[in-house]
């Protein structure tokens, strides 16, 4: 892999992790675009995974720290029954799912749905169900996140496992169904998302085949790495702004064309 392809690749997966249009769905369209072997990207992956998860924890950097004080409290018995406390709590529940079909089907769902045409197929099922979210949202009352809505949001998050659908997307949607506004439940997702990404990154790291692939590519995995954390910290801000005035239905628009694309030429 060239320092071209690592930028193009890290700033790609800056802005799909981020923006609800798939970041493994469009990572498969570059690499096959590219010409680059799926397989021998798998450390790669994963880095600009991680770059992304960085630009969370800068972003969040107050909140990340609250929960990070909240979670040791609870660990020692020592709860002030704040509400980071309680977000800690909704994230553990929301994780559960993705932890689950992560270690039973994560390799059954990458075999599967990999390939060009799944994606294609992933994206339009996932611009629908933003058209879903939306007209719910818009007759219901606005609440917060509680123990149920972070199940669901934590079972759609799992969901999204599969390439092409987003996970930011899923899950905001799941939130916005939920009867949250849109950007709460952007922000919940945007942390929700933190022991996902870092998860994948250990259990990827695990595999004994990741040292070869990385020390051959360790220029190309760092400079993707850097890219994607800070195009990853502006698509945040963006979308974040961008949610308080606007809805997911452009978002929509682009998958239903990128994945009738992909999928039919």
């Known amino acids: ?47 600009v995974h991680l770059g992304t998860l960085v630009s969370i924890f800068v972003y969040f950097w107050e909140d990340v720290c609250e929960m990070i004080k909240a979670f040791f409290r609870i660990v020692f018995l020592r709860m002030k029954k704040d509400s980071h406390e309680k977000l800690v709590g909704f994230i553990v529940i929301g994780t559960i799912p993705a932890v689950i079909a992560g270690l039973f089907l994560g390799d059954e769902i990458d075999e599967i749905f990999r390939g060009v045409e799944m994606v294609g197929v992933s994206m339009m099922c996932t611009a629908i169900l933003f058209l879903i979210a939306e007209y719910v949202n818009k007759k219901s009352a606005k609440s917060g996140v509680n123990f149920i809505k972070s199940l669901v949001i934590g079972i759609f998050q799992a ?17 916005l169904i939920g009867k949250m506004e849109r950007a709460d439940a952007a922000k919940f997702s945007f942390l929700l998302g933190i022991p996902a990404i870092a998860g994948a990154g250990v259990l990827t790291f695990m595999d004994s085949s990741i040292d070869t692939v990385g020390l051959a590519a360790s220029s190309s995995v760092a400079v993707g790495f850097l890219v994607s954390a800070i195009v990853g910290f502006f698509s945040i801000y963006f979308l974040m702004k961008f949610l308080k005035k606007y809805s997911l239905k452009i978002f929509s628009l682009y998958l239903l064309i990128v994945g009738s694309i992909v999928y039919f030429i």
């Open 1 to 47: 892999m060239t320092i071209l392809n690592s930028i193009i690749l890290g700033a790609l997966q800056g802005i799909t992790e981020f923006l609800p249009i798939s970041s493994s769905g469009h990572l498969v369209l570059a690499e096959s675009v590219l010409g680059l072997r799926v397989e021998a990207l798998k450390s790669f992956d994963v880095a």
């Open 159 to 175: 969901v999204a496992l599969i390439p092409g659908v987003s996970r930011s997307g899923s899950t905001i949607s799941a939130g």
